[in-house]
Nanobody, 124 residues
Framework: QVQLVESGGGLVQAGGSLRLSCAAS????????MGWYRQAPGKQRELVAT???????NYADSLKGRFTISRDNAKNTVYLQMNSLKPEDTAVYYC??????????????????WGQGTQVTVPS
């Protein structure tokens, strides 16, 4: 069974930096894309950044220049480097990935998976 596990969240002061990581495990054949989303209290989940297998990256317009997404394909891991953090960045950050896996029956199954989320808090 495929699982995504985020780590690296915590409390940081405004202007500080934090790096999140998300590792995928299981009987993985390939990962087409990986990305990060976030959800602040009382708000809808929103896109932070995505990285397709082709190598190009996509960022939310408001975050471009402060956040950087990267991948280590050998480790099936995606990272999010967050710099110049602001109180508005406070949210639960979720990793997701478009993954093709091998099932117990030997078939290939492609799905989008989500991690459990990691809390990032930036006090005002």
């Amino acid at each position: 069974q495929v699982q995504l596990v985020e780590s690296g969240g915590g409390l940081v002061q405004a202007g500080g930096s934090l790096r999140l990581s998300c590792a995928a495990s299981g009987s993985i054949v390939s990962i087409k894309a990986m990305g990060w989303y976030r959800q602040a209290p009382g708000k809808q989940r929103e896109l932070v950044a995505t990285m397709p297998s082709g190598g190009s990256t996509n960022y939310a317009d408001s975050l471009k220049g402060r956040f950087t997404i990267s991948r280590d394909n050998a480790k099936n891991t995606v990272y999010l480097q967050m710099n110049s953090l602001k109180p508005e960045d406070t949210a639960v950050y979720y990793c997701n990935a478009d993954i093709t896996q091998i099932t117990r029956s030997g078939s290939w199954d492609r799905r989008v998976y989500w991690g459990q989320g990691t809390q990032v808090t930036v006090p005002s």
